[in-house]
């Protein structure tokens, strides 16, 4: 199979089914919005409002439209409800290197485990199907939950770009982690999957 983001690629386990975002998931990702609109403080884009929501999804919609990301909605199976999202952006095939993040949950979903069950599933979609080499992953350096999450499944720690993105209110440092296709296969993805039990 030849990657393509025109493609509708969903991604599941017992736990977790990831669908390509539509528009029908808008009602969805609204009721975060209304009811926890600090969710996004460490992100630059931020939908924290309906007018941002519809901002936020148009930009994810456009960008996989050109080809250069692949967003989707996060759907746990546990309790039949939608987490969140989640996206591969700034993909370039040419050489097999994507990002992984604008990731999402719902306060309800931390700790649940369906972080360590998104990253399965889409880290085996990156190396196996989209034959990545290199999946990078960035968030507020002071974020401390995220980063400590990337720890959690193997993301080796690069350094930080100063001053690298625009937030609302000013600019922030961004911490870069990876993983590379020879630690995922030699030992990051038994290590997860022993994580989770599976």
Known sequence: MI?????NFVLENDSVRLEPLTNSHFEH????????????????????????????????RSAKEKGT????????????????????YDIN??????????????????????NKNCKLLLLDFAFN???????QFEADATNERSINAMKSIGCTVEGIH????????????????SILR?????SLRSQLVSKLGI
């Open 29 to 60: 990702f609204l009721y975060f919005t209304k009811t926890e609109p600090t969710l996004w403080k460490y992100s630059s884009q931020q939908p924290n409002t309906e007018e941002n929501l519809k901002i936020y999804m148009e930009i994810a």
């Open 182 to 186: 020879d630690d995922w296969v030699s």
């Open 93 to 114: 095939l040419n050489h097999k290197i994507a990002s992984l993040g604008y990731t999402w949950y719902g306060s309800s979903f931390h700790g649940t485990g369906l």
């Open 162 to 177: 100063r001053s690298n993105r625009t937030m609302p209110e000013g600019r922030r440092d961004s911490i870069v982690l």
């Open 69 to 88: 990301a692949y967003p989707f909605v996060v759907f746990d199976k546990r309790v039949k409800q939608y987490a969140g999202s989640t996206r591969f």
């Open 3 to 7: 990657f393509s983001t025109e493609e």
């Open 129 to 135: 199907e989209m034959k990545l080499e290199r999946v």
